[in-house]
């Protein structure tokens, strides 16, 4: 177990250097020039041009550059400054991440709770009425857009009927965040559903099932420790690596509430071709992949004693 | 608040073609009256305004965008500011005079501070100005200082050149209250240009950490800065100890920082924001119907323009009658009134309105659709190499559904192919403009500086100009250009430019397409709410109600 804990760790090193040099190298790569960008239609002065490119550092080459920007983070845990603000990307990342953690943990305890329990209600009686309108519900759910999704939801509950606020302020209370929140979680919430349905309904059948029921033990150990247990190893994976998702592409969601997380300073970073923030951001974004399916891997073995890791 | 509106432009100047609504709601310009139902105000209210995170610094001299200048421009003032009518008052300075328009004296009031408390001197001008010209602290609007003497030797051209000194020798002080700016060359509207926000003073606290100072600026303007908490909100209290003509009439202003214009229109309907300062296309067919006679819906002196790349196979070397002819195929009246849905205002010339010296239909007939003429003259020109044009535009900005619209009406009306060129965003529409990739025209605009037509004319059409990115040259045209800037006074040069503009119909340097318009709105908290001629609302004269 510690080995390939450490074993997992080690191979972190290679995924990180490799994803953040492609990210790096892809923004290199699109056309438009940070510095330049900061001038619009008034046109640039070619000295101030380059006296700002050669401060950045932005006149090496690029190698040289990701170089640089690794030993920053590597060795000082710094991420740089952003081109135009000349704030801290840290700082940057600091403000935003919190929010976004925040609205990815309220869609994920609502994609596990509603999920789970969905697809358990399904799962357990698979073919009947209830199982139906679960499946046209979630059905519904994965084939609309976020966007129609949340502008649904704002429309009917802040415009008409006026039960909450349309936007997140300023404060981005956990109240606040709930609508968002469940907004994000819905489409994986639908999944979460279906795959707990199927594998339960599936599991149902299984010769270990007949067996603890010919037992005749009492039907919340049967449904709880038996079924549950084994019907949830293809939820928990997907679920692991949802979260980073959820991070990850909150954008829409972030966007149409007004919320000021990851999303927005993901989109900023791209329009202003500010590599050092998008690097920073989509670093954190790589570890929180690479732990949660560390964790995920490691769930399994609680889930399925028969899974060991040598 | 003068400042180049680029950023904006990007973020927030898309139109999409919704079907064109007809607009309920009266259609009266409230923003002269300010709103009908005036109450009782509460001097010390403190209202808010959708405002996008500032992208640099709060430093005078590196704030370009409208973000950061129009909250650089609540915290500093500069020696002289405009009316809505483009008349220079002063404001800083008690006065700015010259008699040869290459020697200006400048007299401050007395008594005025910076908010940390230490007083405003001539010394406070010039040094910042020194500072903010000098290469090394690499100022996005260095450039500005171009026209003093000595900028040279603190600005010097080629990449990497270390400045030869460290100010300017152009600026004198006098004495505590005195300077003097000695130009390069006669400028007769150059005290007009002192109203932009890169001429503004900084205390002496600036110089110690100006990343600091960027962070939390001191200024001497009509507000104090209190707080900047990132891609929320900033906060600016007024300051009662301001000496200037446009004291605030409120207790403060929050710039609120908004994800999308959209829900910025949400939230000032909800009473969460009290002023916007641009409307999404989704909410433009309904804003007059929701907000009433607080909508806005007025002209500011804006241009958005088809530039000529002169270099470009198409155009290299074309007759001007090519390009009056491809003006005059381009119906303006049906795009502004349908695709824009009556945001934009056709355009009869080069130089915006509300500027001094804009002239009504300068351009005559080239800006008149006119299908017949329009043939007969792309035929007379030579007619266009390949019979196709392209326009260049970022897909990022809403501008595909006019230059759509353009390239309708240019087919129809002269069977001339014509198709838009889509660049994923601003910044690769900027790089295929810098390294002179744009295949026939562009799509440009231009927002005042300084409410003189020279900002329209000189800054755009002499060669060379930073903001002439067609390749358009024209000796000739740059003779008449420096007369005009050494003509005996400010009333000449303006003439003088006129002549210029009723010129420019000959040679074509861009197609003015239309001039833009403010469409925004105003909560029921806030009365008085007035625009100036850059499009950002005039935030000392918001009155908070009761």
């Given at each position: ?310 | ?14 139109i999409i073609?919704l079907?064109?609504t007809?607009c ?255 409307l999404a296309p989704k909410d433009l067919p309904v804003y007059k ?52 849905q009556g945001t ?175 469409n ?27």
């Amino acid at each position: 177990m510690g080995r390939y804990v450490a074993r997992r760790l080690l191979q972190m090193i290679p995924v990180f250097i490799g994803t953040t040099l492609l990210i790096f190298l892809m923004v290199y790569t699109l056309p438009g020039d940070p510095v330049r960008g900061l001038f619009g239609d008034k046109g640039a002065d070619p000295a101030t041009l380059a006296a700002m490119r050669h401060q950045l550092g932005l006149d090496q080459p690029i190698l040289v550059q990701y170089w640089d920007y690794m030993k920053g983070i590597l060795f000082h845990f710094d991420f740089g400054n952003q081109i135009a603000s000349g704030r801290p990307v840290t700082d940057v990342l600091g403000d935003a991440f919190p929010v976004t953690l925040e609205l990815a943990g309220i869609a994920f305890v609502i994609e596990i709770v509603l999920g789970v329990g969905l697809g358990m209600i399904a799962g357990l009686r698979a073919g009947k009425l209830t199982d139906n309108i679960v499946l046209i519900v979630t059905l519904l759910i994965i084939s609309m857009p976020v966007f129609v999704i949340g502008f649904l939801i704002k429309s009917v509950f802040a415009f008409q009927l006026g039960w909450i606020e349309p936007n997140v302020s300023n404060n981005a209370t956990l109240g606040e965040l709930f609508t968002p929140g469940i907004v994000l979680g819905s489409l994986s919430l639908a999944y979460v559903a279906r795959l707990t349905r199927t594998t339960m309904a599936e599991n149902l059948r299984a010769d270990y099932m007949r067996t603890a029921i010919a037992k005749g033990l009492p039907k919340r150990r049967i449904v709880g420790v038996h079924l549950m247990r084994n019907s949830l190893i293809p939820v928990v994976t997907f679920l692991g690596t949802d979260l980073g998702a959820l991070m990850g592409g909150a954008v829409v969601t972030e966007g149409l509430f007004n919320v000021k997380g990851i999303g927005g300073t993901i989109f900023d970073s791209i329009v202003r071709r500010e590599g050092t923030t998008l690097v920073g951001l989509v670093t954190i974004l790589v570890l929180v992949y690479l732990v949660m399916s560390l964790i995920v891997d490691l769930l399994y073995a609680v889930l399925d004693p028969r899974i060991r890791y040598a | 608040m003068r400042g180049a509106k680029s950023a904006k432009w990007v973020a927030g100047a898309a139109i999409i073609a919704l079907a064109a609504t007809a607009c309920g709601g009266n259609d009266d310009d409230s923003a002269k009256s300010g709103g009908s139902a005036k109450g009782a105000v509460d001097p010390n209210g403190i209202f808010s305004i959708e405002v996008g995170e500032p992208q640099n610094p709060l430093q005078p001299a590196n704030t370009m965008e409208s973000n950061g200048s129009i909250v650089t421009d609540a915290i500093f003032s500069q020696l002289v500011d405009y009316d809505p009518t483009g008349k220079l008052e002063m404001v800083n300075a008690e006065s700015v005079d010259t008699t040869d328009s290459k020697l200006w004296t400048v007299k401050l009031k007395a008594g005025w501070k910076f908010h940390d408390g230490t007083p405003v001197t001539a010394e406070s001008y010039v040094k910042a100005w020194n500072w903010a010209a000098n290469i090394t602290n690499a100022q996005t609007n260095a450039s500005w200082f171009s026209d003093i003497k000595g900028y040279a030797d603190v600005h010097p051209d080629g990449d990497g050149a270390k400045p030869k000194a460290d100010a300017m020798s152009g600026l004198k002080v006098v004495d505590d209250t005195t300077f003097t700016i000695e130009l390069n060359s006669a400028l007769p509207y150059f005290s007009y240009k002192l109203g932009y926000t890169v001429f503004s003073p900084l205390p002496e606290s600036f110089y110690a950490d100006p990343k600091a100072a960027g962070e939390k600026p001191v200024g001497n303007g009509a507000y104090k800065f209190v707080s900047w908490d990132h891609k929320k909100q900033i906060k600016v209290v007024r300051n009662d100890d301001y000496k200037g003509p446009d004291k605030a009439k409120n207790g403060g202003v929050i710039f609120k920082n908004y994800t999308t214009l959209e829900t910025a229109y949400e939230d000032l309907k909800s009473g969460n924001v009290d002023v916007l300062r641009q409307l999404a296309p989704k909410d433009l067919p309904v804003y007059k119907a929701d907000l009433g006679d607080r909508a806005v819906d007025q002209a500011y002196s804006a241009i958005q323009t088809l530039g000529v790349a002169f270099y470009s196979p198409t155009f290299k070397g074309v007759d001007p009658k090519v390009i009056q002819g491809l003006s005059m195929a381009i119906d303006r009246n049906t795009i502004t009134k349908t695709v824009l849905q009556g945001t934009r205002e056709p355009a009869t010339g080069w130089v915006a309105k509300g500027v001094l010296g804009y002239q009504d239909n300068v351009a005559g007939d080239v800006t008149t659709y006119n299908p017949t003429k329009a043939k007969a003259l792309i035929k007379e020109g030579g007619g266009v190499p390949g019979n196709k044009v392209f326009i260049q535009f970022n897909a990022d900005g809403g501008h595909k559904e006019w230059v759509e619209a353009v390239c309708n009406s240019i087919k129809q009306a002269t069977g001339v192919e014509c198709v838009g060129d889509s660049k994923t965003d601003f910044q690769a529409d900027l790089n295929a403009r810098d390294a002179k990739e744009v295949k026939s025209f562009y799509r440009s605009g231009w927002v005042l500086d300084y409410p003189v037509n020279a900002n329209f004319i000189s800054d755009l059409f002499k060669t060379g100009a930073a903001g002439n990115q067609g390749g358009f040259s024209n000796p000739a045209l740059d003779k008449e250009i420096k007369a005009a800037d050494s003509a005996a006074s400010l009333d000449e040069s303006v003439k003088a430019y006129q002549q210029i503009e009723k010129e420019l119909v000959n040679y074509m340097p861009t197609i003015p397409l239309w001039y833009y318009k403010v469409n925004a709105g105003y909560s029921e908290k806030v009365q008085n709410v007035q625009y100036a001629q850059d499009g950002d609302p005039i935030l000392t004269g918001v009155e908070v109600k009761k």
